[in-house]
């Protein structure tokens, strides 16, 4: 097989330095002299490899295989950038396996959906979790800072009265030595 592969590049170089050496053998032959033998000879170097590489991939191969010299359709079908891409052609002993294959792929597909589905059920789940446990977190911290605001504000009152209860005895104090202050003797 990369016998086969190394002799399709092969080619393919070959042929874009013939197409190249066509192309511009007129504008060369004169300007670039000594060069452009050298590079005609490096083409024809390349022929000659190419072509033993071909006889000797033909050469051995089993004697079955050398008989059925036929390509197959896709290697006629070219695509892309450079024909770099070649179309495919099932052969009949691959339909089997692809069926299998077509039917795994199905169930992978239906096992993909139901896992999505579960998904979303734990998604939605741990949602409600986390609203809940937020929600009883708040209600805590709530109840904690409501008791917190009765203490102080019962501390508060409990200052103020004391303060109230002060005051009004410092207030009797002065009535009482204002009134003795001013009483007949």
């Known amino acids: ?13 070959m042929s874009i ?6 192309c511009f053998s007129s504008s060369l032959r004169g300007t ?25 991939a033909r050469e051995s191969k089993p004697r079955q ?3 059925s010299t036929r390509l197959n359709i896709s290697d006629d079908l070219k695509i892309g950038f450079f024909s770099t891409d070649h179309a495919t052609q099932t052969d009949s002993s691959e339909i089997l396996s692809v069926k299998e294959l077509s039917s795994s792929t199905q169930k992978l597909a239906q096992m993909m ?13 741990l949602q409600l979790k986390f609203e809940d446990r937020l929600k009883e977190e708040s209600l805590s ?3 904690i800072l409501h008791d917190r605001i009765l ?5 508060y009152q409990q200052n103020e009265d004391k303060m109230r209860k ?20």
Not at 113 to 125: A, C, E, I, M, T
Not at 151 to 155: A, D, L
Not at 166 to 185: C, E, R, T
């Open 1 to 13: 097989m990369m016998a086969l592969v190394r002799d399709r590049r092969a080619h393919y170089v």
């Open 65 to 67: 295989m050398r008989g």
């Open 32 to 56: 670039f002299g000594t060069r452009w033998e050298a590079m005609k000879a490096k083409a024809t170097e390349l022929r000659v490899c190419c072509a033993r590489r071909k006889r000797e």
């Open 113 to 125: 959906k139901s896992l999505q589905v579960d998904f979303g059920f734990l998604k939605q789940l």
């Open 17 to 22: 330095v013939i197409r190249w050496v066509h």
């Open 141 to 143: 911290l709530f109840t």
């Open 151 to 155: 203490e102080i504000e019962k501390h």
């Open 166 to 185: 002060s005051f009004n005895q410092q207030l009797a104090d002065a009535i009482a030595v204002i009134k003795g202050m001013y009483q007949p003797l």
